[in-house]
C-alpha cells in the first residue's frame, strides 16, 4: 500500500522557518522522481520544488533561495526546509512522487500558514 506522510506544518511568523517532511511507504522511493506542490485557497495548485532520483533540484521563482529540497532514499524520505517565510507562502503543502509511464502519488498534505 502506496503511502505519502506530510508532516512538518504549522503556524509561523513571516521571516520564520519550517522544515517539511514528507515520509513514503510502499514503492520503490530511491527510482521516483519527487516533489512539493501547494494549493492556497481559492488558487490552483503549484509546483513548489522538485528533485529527480539522481538528486537534481528545481525551484519556483517565488521560492529560490528560500526554500531547499532534499531527500534521503535510506530512510525513504522527502524534505523541504523553508527559511524567511512570507505570507504568501501560505498554503497546503502536498508531496508528490512520480515516474514516466505510471500515475503519480500524492500525500494528503500538510497545512503551513505564515502570519503574524
Known amino acids: 500500500q502506496v503511502q505519502l506522510v506530510e508532516s512538518g506544518g504549522g503556524l509561523v511568523q513571516p521571516g520564520g522557518s519550517l522544515r517539511l517532511s514528507c515520509a513514503a511507504s510502499?514503492?520503490?522511493?530511491?527510482?521516483?522522481?519527487m516533489g512539493w506542490y501547494r494549493q492556497a485557497p481559492g488558487k490552483q495548485r503549484e509546483l513548489v520544488a522538485a528533485?529527480?532520483?539522481?538528486?537534481?533540484?528545481n525551484y519556483a521563482d517565488s521560492v529560490k533561495g528560500r526554500f531547499t529540497i532534499s531527500r534521503d532514499n535510506a530512510k525513504n524520505t522527502m524534505y523541504l526546509q523553508m527559511n524567511s517565510l512570507k505570507q504568501e507562502d501560505t498554503a497546503v503543502y502536498y508531496c508528490?512522487?512520480?515516474?514516466?509511464?505510471?500515475?503519480?502519488?500524492w500525500g494528503q498534505g500538510t497545512q503551513v500558514t505564515v502570519s503574524s
Open positions: 508528490n512522487a512520480r515516474r514516466v509511464l505510471t500515475n503519480p502519488y
Open positions: 510502499g514503492f520503490a522511493f530511491s527510482i521516483y522522481n
Open positions: 528533485i529527480t532520483s539522481g538528486g537534481s533540484t
